[in-house]
């Protein structure tokens, strides 16, 4: 089975080009979606004839440029693929575990610059309510290793065994057209980005198919990549707005609303704190937008757009 590869890029000229040069030695088709980068991404890009881009006139988000690469290509299987990410070995291999009928996405591991497995990334299980909530009140900041976070971040697994998973990063995850499909693709209402593979691949297993781990498959992934661009207020509010947007997609009345009243707390507490070490006066705007975020959340259930409380012109 030839897999296709989706990679989305915003001011990725500093990564794409190793990027690529490792996609290309793949037996696969490329598509890099632009999501209108400023600098010189597009003209790295171009560079590869074996390469086919899209370049967007306008930022499309994350959720909505994977889906657009999706449709694009006819393959049968999809590596999704950031573009800070340089594949080392294994898509054969993952594109044959999405031989199994059960099996709907392939994750494999993902390594830093020293070649040390990314753990606590590369692969976690689904949020639960107190995972959301310690993550959102910045429990996990200050006593990363308790026992919800180190369940969340899978602290706990041998990164060197194969195994079903719930959660492996979106940076090096390989789907099935026709799961994809079946399910519309990734929700474009995660935007610009965050929370949208975890959406996906929840939705992926609610309807009873496996998600594998593979460590025989490699990626060295440089991480941050996708947020570098973003300001301290614009982070702080996708962020939120895309945890908010999870728990009003997956959890019931009740946990919901814990997890805006944690939100709501969270903020309270670092806003200060934030202004003071950062000296940016603008983070109270930011916060000020993620406490009405929550708060709208916890009053109506439903979660507004954060970008309308973005600073004009920041987007990732």
């Known amino acids: 089975m030839r897999p296709g590869i989706v990679i989305v890029t915003f001011n990725s000229e500093s990564v794409i080009g190793s990027c690529l040069r490792a996609a290309v030695r793949q037996d696969a088709d490329i598509v890099v979606v632009d999501n209108a980068s400023n600098d010189g991404t597009v003209e790295e890009v171009r560079r590869w004839p074996e390469v086919e881009l899209i370049a967007n006139g306008a930022n499309a988000g994350f ?4 889906n657009q690469g999706v449709r694009r290509l006819r393959n049968e299987v999809v590596l999704l693929l950031n573009p800070d990410a340089v594949v080392e070995t294994g898509l054969t291999e993952m594109a044959a575990q999405l031989r199994e009928p059960e099996v709907a996405a392939v994750g ?32 996990n900041r200050v006593w990363p ?5 180190r369940s969340y971040r899978c602290l706990d697994m041998d990164l060197n065994s194969p195994a079903d998973v719930d959660q492996p990063a ?26 949208e593979d975890v959406d996906y691949l929840k939705r992926v297993c609610d309807l009873g198919f496996k998600v594998r781990y593979l460590p025989a498959a490699a990626a060295v992934h ?70 009405r975020l929550a708060a709208e959340s916890l009053v109506t259930g439903r979660v507004q757009s954060a970008g309308r409380y973005a600073a004009a012109g920041t987007t990732s």
């Open 108 to 139: 494999g591991r993902l390594l830093d610059g020293s070649g040390e497995p990314q753990t606590g990334f590369a692969v976690r299980r689904f949020p639960t309510v107190a995972a959301l909530a310690f993550e959102a009140a910045g429990l």
């Open 63 to 66: 959720a909505a440029a994977v």
């Open 222 to 291: 440089a991480g941050g990549h996708s947020i570098r661009g973003l300001s301290d207020e614009c982070r702080e509010l996708y962020w939120y707005g895309s945890l908010l947007r999870y728990a009003s997609k997956h959890f019931g009345f009740v946990s919901r609303r814990v997890i805006c009243v944690a939100v709501l707390f969270g903020s309270l507490l670092r806003m200060p704190a934030s202004v003071m070490r950062k000296r940016r006066i603008r983070l109270f705007g930011a916060y000020g937008g993620v406490i």
């Open 170 to 195: 979106g940076a090096f995850l390989m789907i099935r057209r026709d799961v994809w499909r079946d399910l519309n693709g990734l929700d474009e209402g995660f935007h610009p980005l965050w929370f």
């Open 145 to 149: 290793g308790n026992p919800v976070n």
